[in-house]
């Protein structure tokens, strides 16, 4: 297989335009994300604000993505995805330019967040479902893995930008930079020849989600996976919101130390992303999966246990790279599967489990860590991240299915 097979999506011009915007601006993004936990932690110094946060931020995605993917199958996803960019521009401007005003409290960045994560309810799933207009069906498996590749570069790019813009210029730079992050994903969209397919006549908005349910529940290995993905985005995926508290308080590395522990987790996914970008696709599914998921388990437990910076770096890195795995191997498989014309709403399925559940997982893991203490409450987590793995390891390997 050459290098043109391998990275086939890069070929095709619209998907490698679309490509190159997004790692510009989610590079923004996660500046963006690094800077508000770092603003709230030093605003604050709560694990439980932390958590609140995160929750508005993903609030949301909880209660609209369902529409969302409604829209992404009914409109031109291309003209969502151009509103969705224009949109979050404003948070970022808000949040920088009420700290020069010396105007901001907890209060504004909470209702930021919370608008953040209604404009992802309506972008995530027209984002996840456009990939399939940019390229054959052939290529998708290789555009979700660079898509992923762009998500989690940017994850290691944006948080030491980070670090370094808040140390040298203030943390008000960090989004204005966000803010203007977003104009090339506008250019790029408008150049894009693809308009984005739509559906003139539906049913009602009962009947499109008893469509998607219904594809979702007829194939077990994809409800099983979506079940999986529920219990991380509860009981996993909120360790991201306490790690400013673990930098401060359990490693004492500061504002550079947190920005270099949300680099490794950018890392481990960024170095996932890769593989299964240069392999193309994913052989023997299941295993990887299985494997994957216990990993991202056990790392959480050490990264609880850990008092050692350089270790801590090393299992959040092992936990990027698990979680990614996973994550980035069900969507691959859920977007082989689904039909074109329910793919926006299966996929705001998808984005429901993955971010919508994390609200609640954010605030049980601040309100948790702000009793029980921040340790205690990832140990639990993890035990209950390990258990569902070997469950759903055990179920994976009854239904004897090869995906």
């Known amino acids: 297989m050459n290098n043109r097979h391998r990275f086939s999506s890069l070929y095709l011009r619209d998907f490698r335009v679309f490509w190159l915007s997004q790692f510009l601006s989610l ?30 931020s993903s609030l949301p995605i909880l209660l609209f ?4 993917g409604m829209f992404a199958d009914r409109y031109s996803k291309r003209n969502i995805l151009i509103i969705t960019q224009l949109l979050s521009m404003i948070p970022a401007l808000g949040i920088a330019i009420l700290i020069d005003l010396k105007f901001l409290t907890i209060w504004h960045i909470g209702f930021f967040a919370f608008f953040i994560g209604l404009v992802n309810a309506f972008d995530v799933p027209a984002r996840h479902s456009f990939i399939g207009e940019l390229v054959e069906k052939s290529d998708i498996a290789n555009a979700i893995a660079l898509n992923s590749v762009a998500f989690n570069g940017a994850r290691i790019i944006g948080p030491l930008i980070a670090g370094f813009v808040i140390t040298s210029f203030g943390l008000q730079m960090c989004f204005y930079l966000n803010a203007f992050s977003f104009l090339p994903v506008i250019f790029a969209l408008l150049s894009i020849k693809t308009k984005g397919s739509k559906r003139t006549q539906t049913e009602g908005f009962l009947t499109d989600l008893k469509d998607a349910s219904g594809f979702i529940l007829s194939e077990k290995s994809i409800l099983n996976i979506m079940l999986l993905i529920s219990i991380f985005s509860l009981f996993g995926l909120p360790y991201i919101t306490l790690l400013p508290v673990i930098a401060g308080e359990y490693l004492n590395v500061g504002v550079k130390g947190f920005s270099i522990l949300l680099a490794c987790a950018g890392i481990g996914s960024l170095f996932a992303a890769l593989t299964i970008a240069y392999r193309g696709d994913i052989k023997h599914k299941t295993n990887y999966l299985i494997i994957s998921a216990i990993l991202f388990s056990f790392s959480l437990t050490i990264i609880a246990l ?17 979680v990614t795995s996973f994550l980035a191997t069900s969507n691959i498989y859920i977007q082989h599967s689904v039909i074109d014309s329910i793919r926006g709403r299966v996929m ?7 971010l919508g559940f994390l609200p609640i997982g954010n605030a049980l893991a601040g309100f948790t860590a702000n009793i029980l203490g921040t340790s205690l409450t990832l140990k639990f987590f993890s035990l209950f991240c390990f258990i569902c793995s ?12 090869t995906f």
């Open 348 to 354: 705001s399925f998808y984005t429901l489990v993955f």
């Open 65 to 68: 993505t369902l529409i969302g």
């Open 306 to 322: 850990s008092k050692i910076f350089y270790l801590s770096c090393l299992c959040v890195t092992l936990a990027g790279w698990s």
């Open 390 to 401: 070997i469950l759903f390891s055990l179920k994976l390997k009854t239904l004897q299915r």
């Open 27 to 56: 590079s923004g993004t996660w500046m963006h994300s690094a800077a508000q936990s770092w603003l709230v932690y030093i605003l604050t110094n709560s694990p439980f604000y932390l958590g609140l946060i995160a929750t508005l």
